[in-house]
């Protein structure tokens, strides 16, 4: 099973390196399943899509946190450049909890992530016009397992291109 | 429409007789009261004229087969195996042979009698007290054939008001969730049932995302949760003509919606730039107030059943705790102090206790606290369970639990179930499809 995901997980990054120009997640293909955690903030790029070159659409959350680690900030900064450059792309963040919580709480909990992209965007230029915030709490996830890999992949707020 | 259709015709004999045979229902009762419920006798022209409008071959049976089910789900009661009934059921209605049913060990029997008058179905029944040899109650309904399951329901409930001295529950419907498919892509709709499961009816086509639904305590309407072109927004269904609304017009998502206990109000959460606060409506004047006002997540409101308080989730300390407050939002007080972290609180109808769900080393639990926090009782530990909804006399809790379908710990399964406030009496709901959040009506006949 475990090799099975490795080698899935490995693929995965071999196919993304091969698409992008400059494979910023190179360091990623020698890592383990134990590798892709920080604290219990998924520092992976399994469920990771790309906007645009080197532009992650995504970015993760320790549990029931809201705060930006370094990496989410870097994500962010990306995506902030990105959308300087294309002014006529709108957004919509989706901001999303894991499954160990009560429904109503994560609904909340997945709007204040969401609004942590967006505050973030926001203070690298961008306006609050262009983007939407939609929570999902936890009725949305990328990974239906039951265990902390899984729930640290769906603890997360992903920019979508709404136009 | 169909709430005002069972009318209470008339009360053949009211009686207030001393009863010998009382039910306590305030403790875990592990010796169920044995009781026999005599199938309801009904005569061969009755029976036909049932046969043909309702395709059931002998309706008293059926309904009797009803209360039979509902007194035993309480838990309270043991209705006896009706191989070893010597009596037939209509002469039992006349005059019960008390030694028999005495001989089989029913200390109460519960005997009646069905027509078909003027297209209508007339009910009468009794429940005797079998070691008094006494009659302790005689009523008679009549109503539109169909309605044959809430009679069954009916005369529980009354049997149940007469034995334990508390108004029962049986009569009364479960709004929920319906849910299929993967978890990524789950498809959820809106479902009504019976209490007892019967019924069930889907209210929503599952195009999108729906949540949360409650019901009004004064009327059959609906609150609720959609994602109608992804908005998450707070919706009103009248689940008699189908109409919706959405509550508000608000500039953000809305969730968490709930009644005020007169049905006039709709008190519920409103997110905005990463704090969600408590706002209520005025269902008449549209009159939308704000109650918290605090950079934390507050959510999961309730009032008591007065009006006059609110319980609700906060994080403001840290952490997902449960909070009590004045109805205007004021005197806030923290009333959860326990490990872990506690949500979802709701009142009881009966005003002494908020249940919760409380989250602990990985585990989720159903529990009850008194209003100021005090005497914290958890009825159920599981993987994963949550949001308990009370029957209207405050002694059951229904909620949902997901379990895993095999022992890998692969795949889930989601359920209703429902438990004593003693913490005993724990069974599963069937329903359709996989479900939760339930919401418990009030009773449909008063």
Redo the contacts between chains.
């Keep these: 099973m475990r090799l099975n995901k490795i080698l899935k997980n490995t693929l995965l990054v071999l196919t993304a390196c091969l698409v992008l120009s400059a494979c910023a997640t190179k360091k990623e293909v020698a890592t383990d399943i134990q590798g892709q955690m920080q604290g219990d903030v998924y520092t992976g790029t399994d469920t990771v899509e790309y906007l645009a070159d080197g532009v992650p659409d995504r970015v993760f959350f320790a549990t029931n946190e809201s705060i930006l680690t370094t990496a989410s900030r870097e994500t962010l900064r990306a995506q902030a450049a990105w959308l300087r450059k294309n002014p006529s792309i709108n957004v919509v963040l989706e901001g999303h909890a894991d499954e160990r919580g009560t429904r109503e709480y994560n609904l909340a909990l997945g709007e204040r992530r969401a609004n942590a992209a967006k505050d973030y965007l926001m203070t690298y230029g961008i306006s609050s016009d262009r983007i939407t915030v939609l929570s999902y709490g936890k009725e949305r996830p990328v990974d239906s397992g039951s265990n902390p890999l899984a729930w640290s992949k769906n603890r997360r707020s992903v920019t979508v291109k709404a136009n | 429409m169909t709430k005002k259709i069972l009318i209470l015709l008339l009360i053949l004999i009211p009686i207030k007789a001393n009863a010998l045979i009382e039910v306590d229902i305030t403790r875990g009762n592990l010796n169920p009261l044995p009781l026999a419920v005599s199938p309801l006798s009904i005569d061969e022209e009755s029976r036909k004229g049932f046969e043909k409008i309702l395709k059931k071959e002998n309706i008293g049976s059926e309904i009797s087969n009803i209360v039979e089910n509902n007194l035993r789900t309480s838990g309270l009661f043991n209705p006896l195996d009706k191989k070893a009934f010597l009596q037939a059921p209509d002469i039992a209605n006349l005059k019960p042979r008390f030694e028999d049913w005495n001989l089989i060990k029913a200390q109460a029997l519960i005997t009646g009698k069905v027509n078909y008058v003027d297209d209508k179905l007339r009910v009468e029944f009794r429940l005797w007290d079998v070691l008094a040899a006494k009659e302790m109650m005689a009523l008679a309904f009549t109503t539109v054939p169909n309605n044959w399951r809430r009679v069954g329901h009916i005369i529980s409930d009354k049997v149940y008001e007469r034995l334990t001295g508390e108004k029962g529950y049986f009569d009364t419907r479960i709004i929920y969730v319906s849910e299929e498919g993967?978890?990524?892509?789950?498809i959820k709709k809106l479902a009504i049932m019976d209490q007892d499961g019967a019924n069930n009816k889907f209210l929503t086509l599952g195009n999108e995302?729906v949540?949360?639904p409650r019901f009004n305590p004064a009327s059959q309407m609906v609150t609720y949760?959609s994602y109608f072109k992804?908005m998450?927004r707070v919706y009103l269904l009248d689940i008699e003509t189908g109409t919706q609304e959405v509550v508000g017009d608000f500039p953000?998502?809305t969730?968490?919606p709930r009644f005020s206990p007169d049905g006039k109000k709709i008190i519920m959460?409103f997110?905005k730039?990463?704090?969600?606060d408590i706002y209520t409506m005025d269902l008449e004047n549209r009159i939308v107030e704000k109650i918290t006002n605090h950079p934390s997540?507050d959510?999961?409101p309730s009032y008591s059943p007065d009006g006059k308080y609110i319980t609700f989730?906060s994080?403001r300390s840290g952490?997902?705790q449960i909070y009590v407050m004045k109805n205007d939002g004021s005197d806030v007080k923290r009333i959860s102090f326990g490990n872990g972290?506690y949500?979802?609180p709701v009142w009881s109808p009966r005003g002494d206790l908020i249940a919760f769900?409380k989250?602990h080393k990985?585990k989720f639990y159903i529990g009850v606290m008194r209003t100021d926090g005090s005497g914290e009782r958890l009825l159920t530990e599981n993987y994963?369970q949550?949001?308990p909804s009370w029957s209207p006399n405050g002694r059951v809790l229904i909620f949902y639990r997901e379990t895993?379908t095999n022992s890998k710990?692969e795949g889930?399964t989601a359920k209703l179930w429902s438990i004593d406030l003693t913490g005993y009496n724990e069974r599963q709901i069937k329903t359709p499809t996989d479900a939760s959040?339930p919401s418990w009506s009030s009773l449909l006949s008063n």
């Design positions: 993967p978890k990524t892509q789950r995302l949540l949360t949760l992804n998450p953000g998502m969730f968490a959460s997110a730039d990463g704090k969600s997540i959510t999961s989730n994080d952490y997902q972290l949500g979802t769900t989250l990985g994963y949550e949001a895993k710990g889930f959040d």
